[in-house]
């Protein structure tokens, strides 16, 4: 059988691998990526303020792949045809390559079984002056990093000069998520001035769709810390504070002109404000991938939703926030309407938003997107691998594995300054991801698991696990042994 899956980041990478250790030889896995590069991207934060390189945080997949024996094709994915066509009838996928020595030749590859694990498009146009190359820069990928540092390393040489510089960090769309990557941006930029004894020159500023600082898309948390229950909104507010970095909430970036970013509050209030360094994360969206019928008729609606990302097993029925359930959530992953589609990591529709919804006087919708990077992609992307496995080998799909967010807990490391004797990381795990305020009426998780520490040792494990991590990727010994 083939199975063929559509991206190679934290969730495509796991699935790919997991499916080749189960299925072995006689099986063919396909790995779709239009980069021939993996990149570890929560360390991409400490490229974007020069304390990595871009190799410390990439590897060409050409080499893994081939030991692996997955057959690599270095191309993007333009449109899926689940029926195939007048010629076939096993479903393919149309690529186009973006290989220097194949660019631009397509091919339609058949599958059998498909993962769609395409992650988001960083949807810069949706925010006029966004992104590089116009009046902002980005942490979302290693070159975007990169980038990043160039443009600092101005300001900090501006600052050496004497000159005062404003850095305006956070959301740069009504709708973003990510804001958990923008936090660390903020607070490694805070570090890496007060190291060099330059914050008396720096104004720094967080700007967020959130409804209060520590929403982070997934409604904030209430986290066990030293003994006493604290919020994520007052941990946060501690932590910005500690780092004289103010902070503008309920506002959405509509404009961003050189030095200014047009914004609107969600008291319909239309307000500006002034910076020298932007970093400000974008929308996301699907990747814009087409879907056709066996007679060519489209039928993008049937597998993708409004936003370009795919359909699966969630309720996606709309419904007021106060009758919001986990059970609203995905459990395996599945395509409603072609069985052997799957999507995973960021690619999946979600039924709606952690956070909840809210309109500006004005109409605007400012809240967060619902995060589903990290952590939750990858473990998403094993039980799909171990799913489809378990189909092949048996001839029955039966999803004896299943990773809904309501009932999935989740750790992350959020850097605040890279240093191996005086750095500092918060440590923070939740239970389950998405709130479920039935079995958890006080908290709306399981506190016992729900904590944050913040300290070194924090540093220390996030520097241990992006070496970790990347041994898994490059399928080192006893790779399947490390935890998603």
């Given at each position: 059988?083939?199975i063929v899956?559509l ?15 189960k ?28 304390r ?7 590897f ?29 009838n ?23 079984f ?67 990557a ?6 490694n930029i ?9 914050s ?12 209060e600082?520590?929403d ?19 941990f946060t ?26 914004y ?6 239309e ?14 969206a699907?990747?814009?991938?087409k ?5 060519g ?25 106060e ?5 609203d959530?995905?459990?395996t992953y ?19 938003s ?36 378990h ?8 999803h ?50 729900t ?34």
């Amino acid at each position: 059988m083939k199975i063929v899956v559509l991206g190679a980041g934290i969730s495509g990478h796991t699935a790919a691998a997991f499916l080749k250790k189960k299925l072995g030889k006689k099986h063919d896995v396909i790995v779709v990526s239009p980069s021939q590069y993996y990149q570890w991207i929560p360390s991409n934060i400490w490229v974007g303020v020069g304390r990595m390189t871009v190799d410390q945080v990439r590897f060409k997949l050409e080499k893994v792949y081939r030991r692996w024996g997955i057959v690599f094709k270095q191309a993007k994915a333009t449109a899926i045809y689940p029926e195939g066509d007048e010629n076939t009838n096993m479903g393919f996928v149309d690529i186009e390559y973006t290989a220097a020595d194949k660019k631009g030749q397509t091919e339609k590859v058949e599958y059998d079984f498909l993962v769609n694990a395409t992650g988001p498009k960083l949807n810069f146009e949706a925010t006029e002056g966004l992104g590089p190359g116009k009046k902002t820069v980005s942490v979302c990928s290693y070159d975007h990093a990169a980038h990043a540092w160039e443009e600092l390393e101005k300001s900090i040489k501006l600052m050496q000069e004497g000159k005062k510089q404003r850095f305006l960090i956070g959301t740069g769309h009504p709708m973003a998520t990510c804001q958990g990557a923008a936090f660390e941006y903020a607070l490694n930029i805070a570090f890496e001035l007060k190291r060099r004894k330059l914050s008396h020159l720096a104004e720094i500023t967080w700007i967020s769709n959130e409804f209060e600082v520590g929403d982070f898309g997934m409604g904030g948390a209430f986290v066990k810390r030293g003994g006493y229950i604290t919020s994520t909104k007052v941990f946060t507010e501690s932590v910005f504070a500690e780092n004289n970095i103010k902070w503008i909430k309920r506002a959405g970036v509509k404009k961003v002109e050189q030095g200014v970013a047009h914004y609107e509050t969600l008291d319909g209030e239309e307000k500006t404000t002034e910076f020298d360094f932007a970093m400000l994360i974008p929308g996301f969206a699907g990747q814009g991938i087409k879907a056709y019928n066996k007679t060519g008729e489209e039928i993008t609606s049937t597998l993708f939703a409004a936003n370009g990302f795919m359909k699966v097993d969630a309720d996606y029925n709309p419904k007021p926030f106060e009758e919001w359930s986990i059970k609203d959530w995905p459990q395996t992953y599945q395509n409603p309407t072609y069985s052997n589609i799957y999507a995973a990591g960021i690619a999946f529709a979600p039924p709606h938003s952690i956070s909840k919804p809210m309109k500006s006087v004005n109409g605007t919708a400012i809240f967060p997107a619902p995060p589903r990077t990290g952590m939750p992609s990858g473990v998403i992307g094993k039980i799909i691998a171990q799913n489809i496995a378990h189909a092949v080998k048996t001839g029955k799909i039966e999803h004896k594995h299943t990773a809904s967010m309501g009932r999935m807990g989740a750790a992350c490391i959020v850097s605040a300054g890279y240093s191996l004797t005086n750095g500092l990381g918060a440590t923070m795990t939740v239970s389950p991801v998405v709130p479920d305020w039935e079995k958890y009426p006080d908290w709306g998780r399981n506190i016992k698991s729900t904590v944050g520490e913040i300290g070194l040792a924090g540093h220390w494990i996030k520097l241990f696990l992006h070496y970790m991590f990347l041994h898994k990727a490059k399928g080192y010994p006893f790779w399947w042994l490390l935890p998603e």
